[in-house]
């Protein structure tokens, strides 16, 4: 069987020494070039086409997930495996959303990242662990339902709401309803919370399709 | 500076006439007042440098006007000559009686109207002087107030800053630098270890470095999170609310996308991210409750930062100096970005915080 080849590309020396340490022990793995940031990493890639690229998320000149959309871009099939230094979710789903199929966390066990390079090499996806929950959430999360119904909202919440959509200010809306300016911030607070809506126009567009305002 | 206003009060139009003659050059714009009603109304809508005031005058004699003028603050000072026919002592004593400064007796004469007018200049001169040295000396005191306060917030952020790095010191010190510690003496072991012990050995050393690890990951998202710079701050929001839920139990809800990577400009990232952390930890400490409600209003020429609790609240004027140092640092900091910054709170009535940002032209950094 012919190996996999690999291509690291790490702006830290003593991570890529490490990596290929043990990826070179294996003999079904075979390291062909090392890169020291994002550019040189996508002219390698496209020199030496590996099997599989091991990318540093944040790298100098071009960071990795530059990279990985320009590799794509150009068409190349060699497959990306982030290797990052960052538990967070919110760089596995950029990352992922760059087109690659892994995101391994540096220190996880080295098994991780050898299923990672494998399960690339055929083609499939692997997220480290100890972030897949969190992976999943973000994403689920924020799947689609942005703006919810007016149902989540209270009764008074709904009337606050009909009269910022009506163009009202916070200090007009407060001396309608003898409440104090504060408390209609409050409820505006929790008005855009609840329907998770961040600008005024998005809260009138808001209310004009629930038939809470003419348009 | 337009030129300074006397101002004639005589009933009789050739007095009124030969005065203005008379004063044509003295450097003074002259307005007139044909009674003694008019000459008060336009006296306090001018402030005149000098009134000449006429003694006799029908309704509302030259002494009774003397007095109404007085009795206005801002005419208190303003020095009158009273136009007597009678050159005679006792209407002299009721003229001072009424706040009259000088006289001066009809019929005119010009050499001595001058003189008076020149001694008024003078007196008008020191005046302005005085006044001039009260307001310099009212600037030099809100200077003053302005530099301690500047020089109590600079001692504040470097007391700050000092215990930071005390905090950091001993965190690398106790922490990093016992594990570093206790790695080397395990690794110095390996010369009398046989085989086993040495696997032994080396998967100790590992667990170590993998806990170093962790130590170093923490030490530095609590530092600074890379995510506010490489993804902006919706995405290091985010990330802060979900690392509060997991080691504090505070939920909090918001109306933040993580995947909205629109950036403002770097100051005023830095001061919502850091304003919205000490909130939530605030909250955490002190609100007594396990939900906050964090929202970001995001206009083209504005950025608006609410954050809300139902907990606890205070009475802003009665908190411990450690807590008020807190808040006045919070304050600081939004207006250290341009920013306005509020806060609401009664005791039983939870906290409101809200900061305004102007966003430069365009919205972009």
């Known amino acids: 069987m012919t190996p996999i080849t690999l291509l690291l590309a790490d702006d830290h020396k003593l991570v890529r020494q490490g990596l290929r340490a043990m990826l070179e022990a294996r003999s079904d793995l075979k390291v062909i070039g090392e890169a020291a940031d994002g550019a040189e990493a996508l002219d390698l890639t496209a020199r030496l086409c590996p099997d599989v690229l091991l990318l540093d998320v944040m790298m100098p000149n071009l960071n990795g997930i530059e990279a990985a959309r320009q590799l794509r871009q150009r068409g190349l099939k060699t497959r990306v495996v982030f290797l990052s230094m960052h538990a967070n979710a919110g760089y596995a789903v950029r990352a992922l959303h760059s087109g690659a199929l892994g995101y ?68 007009a809306i407060a001396k309608k309803l003898t409440l104090s300016v504060r408390t209609v911030e409050a409820h505006r607070a929790r008005i855009m919370a609840k329907l998770r809506i961040n600008s005024q126009a998005e809260l009138v567009r808001f209310a004009v399709q629930q038939g809470l305002v003419e348009a | 500076m337009s030129e300074p206003i006397l101002l004639v009060i005589d009933d009789d139009p050739v007095a009124r006439q030969a005065l203005t003659a008379l004063l044509s050059a003295s450097g003074y714009s002259i307005e007139e007042a044909a009674s003694g009603p008019e000459g008060i109304r336009k006296a306090a809508l001018l402030h005149p440098e000098v009134i000449l005031l006429d003694v006799m005058m029908p309704g509302l004699d030259g002494y009774e006007v003397c007095r109404r003028l007085r009795d206005d603050p801002a005419l208190a000072e303003t020095p009158i000559i009273m136009i007597t026919a009678l050159d005679d002592r006792e209407s002299r004593l009721r003229g001072l009686e009424a706040g009259a400064d000088d006289f001066l007796s009809k019929p005119f004469d010009s050499a001595e109207l001058e003189i008076r007018l020149r001694t008024l200049k003078k007196v008008a001169r020191y005046r302005h002087l005085l006044e001039e040295r009260a307001r310099l000396a009212e600037a030099y005191r809100q200077l003053e107030a302005q530099n301690a306060e500047l020089k109590r917030l600079s001692e504040e952020v470097l007391l700050v800053q000092e215990n930071e790095r005390r905090r950091l010191a001993m965190e690398l010190h106790d922490e990093v630098g016992q594990m570093l510690t206790g790695l080397k003496l395990l690794l110095e072991n390996r010369e009398n270890a046989d085989p086993p012990a040495l696997q032994a050995l080396c998967g100790r050393a590992l667990e170590i470095t993998t806990d170093l690890l962790a130590r170093v990951r923490e030490l530095s998202l609590d530092l600074r999170p890379t995510v506010l710079d490489d993804f902006g701050l919706l995405a290091a929001l985010d990330w802060l609310f979900k690392r509060f839920e997991q080691q504090t139990a505070l939920r909090v809800s918001h109306n933040i996308d993580p995947f909205d990577e629109r950036r403002f400009p770097k100051a005023i990232e830095t001061a919502v ?10 909250i955490v400490r002190h609100a007594g409750v396990q939900e906050a409600t964090v929202t970001l209003n995001i206009e083209p020429d504005r950025l608006e930062v609410t954050i809300l609790d139902s907990g606890a609240g205070f009475d802003p004027g009665q908190i411990s100096p450690a807590r008020s140092t807190g808040l006045s640092a919070m304050r600081e900091r939004v207006r250290l970005a341009g920013g306005d910054f509020h806060l609401q709170s009664a005791p039983g009535e939870g906290t409101l915080i809200s900061a305004r940002f102007p966003l430069p032209e365009g919205g972009k950094p």
């Open chain 1, 104 to 171: 391994v966390i540096k220190d996880a066990d080295f098994s991780e990242i050898l299923q990672a390079i494998y399960n690339a090499a055929e083609g499939r996806r692997y997220i480290s662990a100890e972030i897949a929950d969190q992976v999943l959430e973000l994403l689920l999360s924020n799947n689609g339902d942005k703006a919810g119904s007016l149902d989540i909202l209270s009764p008074r919440e709904r009337e606050i709401l009909q009269l910022i959509a009506e163009g009202n200010t916070n200090a």
């Open chain 2, 273 to 282: 991210f850091r304003l919205i952390q000490e909130a939530l930890t605030n």
